[in-house]
């Protein structure tokens, strides 16, 4: 009788052990599911860059430090793992706010039809970016809690799930979203 005991109280373990793994596999995907949708909307922003920069490029041509800062982080936030591409990614925001200062000085570019457009292109994408940051930081979050909270810490630990990256700012001024408004 001692013997079905312990074997039942062993597939219980192994099936809680089973659960707790598929859910963190689970977690796992949905968080890099969330992390690829952001990354897609800030390619989408990075493919914008290039015509923004041309457009300002032809108004603003002493403004070269800006443009030229702006299409270096582009390059730069492309690459790399997912924690230099959310630090990269903030960096744009900030490049970007400066590439609107000087716009502010040409009034003639802020009327002009392809700006405006263009405009309107990335304020859109700014706010879908803010939404898939919001869903990536919650599937980070859920999956986050499943490797820390005891007992399923154990089965993170046995099987080497890792925490991930929550997508962060640094300063007040970061953590609002790029204004595209003129």
Do not use: W
Request: charged residues 20%; aromatic residues 8%; hydrophobic residues 45%.
């Amino acid at each position: 009788m001692t013997i079905y005991i312990v074997i039942g109280a062993l597939i219980i373990v192994l099936v809680a052990v089973l659960m707790v793994y598929n859910q963190l596999v689970s977690l796992r995907n949905k968080a890099n599911e969330a992390f690829s949708t952001m990354d897609v909307f800030l390619k989408k922003r990075f493919d914008l860059i290039p015509s923004l920069v041309e457009a300002v490029k032809g108004y603003a041509r002493h403004e070269a430090d800006v443009l030229q800062q702006v299409t270096q982080l582009r390059s730069q936030a492309a690459s790399g793992d997912r924690r230099h591409q959310l630090a990269g990614e903030s960096e744009i925001g900030k490049a970007l706010q400066s590439l609107f200062v000087v716009v502010e000085g040409y009034p003639e570019l802020k009327a002009s039809n392809s700006f405006l457009t263009l405009q309107q292109q990335l304020s859109k994408m700014e706010d879908e970016i803010s939404l898939s940051r919001r869903y990536y930081n919650g599937s980070v979050r859920e999956y986050n809690n499943h490797c820390q909270l005891f007992p399923l810490n154990l089965v993170a630990l046995l099987f080497g799930f890792r925490p991930m990256p929550m997508f962060a700012v640094d300063s007040e001024a970061e953590r609002h979203t790029v204004d595209v408004s003129l």
